[in-house]
């Protein structure tokens, strides 16, 4: 167990190309897209970094909140009663008994495979509903209103960014 939340936490930071080697310093122009835009964050420092930590432990809270109020307690009374169900299977004619004894266990595999999909599923979603509400509560904290005109926001854009350029 300990080995493997000590593996998913290493691969969790540490990005596939530099496993082997430290592709980050070298000075060719291979890695320079990777190192502008993929490795590059920005540090967060403070209250940025809590705010960051509370985002994704909300995120993991409500995704797990709701994969056991919905997803899980829904297969408890199906997993108990199809686990032990023995099917009478008379008069099948053309596929024999053999898929009519393990079709409750067809059924079980093909209910939990639903579950899994939808469990992983949800997690972008949970990530949009919290991500705006910390965003709106962010933009509040800092002073800038949501019904900030955004027309005026994006007609500028394209100005901001050539003068940056």
Not at 84 to 113: D, F, N
Request: a positive charge.
């Amino acid at each position: 167990f300990f080995v493997a939340v000590a593996t998913l936490l290493f691969f969790s930071v540490m990005p596939l190309g530099g496993l082997f080697t430290s592709y980050m310093q070298k000075s060719t122009r291979r890695y320079v897209a990777s190192q502008t835009f993929t490795a590059s964050f920005a540090p967060l420092h403070g209250l940025d970094r809590w705010l960051s930590y509370l985002v994704w432990v909300t995120i993991f809270a409500a995704k797990y909140a709701e994969s056991y109020y919905f997803l899980i307690l829904s297969l408890r009374d199906p997993i108990r009663i199809l686990s032990t169900t023995t099917m009478r299977c008379t008069g099948e004619y053309w596929w024999g008994s053999k898929p009519c004894r393990h079709q409750s266990k067809i059924v079980l595999g093909l209910m939990i495979a639903t579950d899994f999909i939808l469990f992983f599923l949800d997690t972008y979603l949970w990530y949009i509903v919290v991500n705006t509400v910390f965003s709106v509560g962010k933009s509040f904290y800092l002073g800038i209103s949501i019904l900030t005109p955004w027309r005026n926001i994006f007609t500028r854009l394209p100005k901001r960014i050539y003068s940056k350029i």
